[in-house]
């Protein structure tokens, strides 16, 4: 029986979920254990509308990186590495203006 290999496109889809969960969850902790320390209730004094902006940014970094993944399935992880970490960084954008927003 022959055996499948992964493709390259699979692995970086893999490495960017992963990349992606990662980076959420430090930005969760962060975020969290930031807030217990901060004695005042009014810990986010931006108007939403920074938080609508870097929330739309976010989802930009997140769409583009993943249109250019799906146009270049054929590249390697370390040709996609730049593209899995604008993901990543859009998802930390999004976590934090999310719980800044749940803050509010």
Do not use: W
């Not at 739309?56 to 399935?73: M, N």
């Not at 934090?96 to 749940?102: R, T, V």
């Amino acid at each position: 029986m022959k055996k499948k290999r992964m493709t390259s496109f699979t692995k970086t889809k893999i490495f960017t979920g992963i990349l992606c969960l990662l980076v959420i969850i430090i930005v969760m902790s962060v975020q969290l254990i930031g807030q217990e320390s901060v004695n005042s209730g009014c810990s986010y004094l931006d108007p939403i509308t920074m938080d609508l902006l870097a929330f739309s940014i976010a989802i930009f970094l997140i769409i583009e990186g993943v249109y250019r993944i799906s146009e270049h399935k054929n590249m390697g992880i370390k040709k996609q590495l730049t593209r899995s970490i604008r993901i990543a960084i859009g998802c930390g954008i999004m976590t934090i203006h999310i719980l800044q927003f749940l803050a509010k």
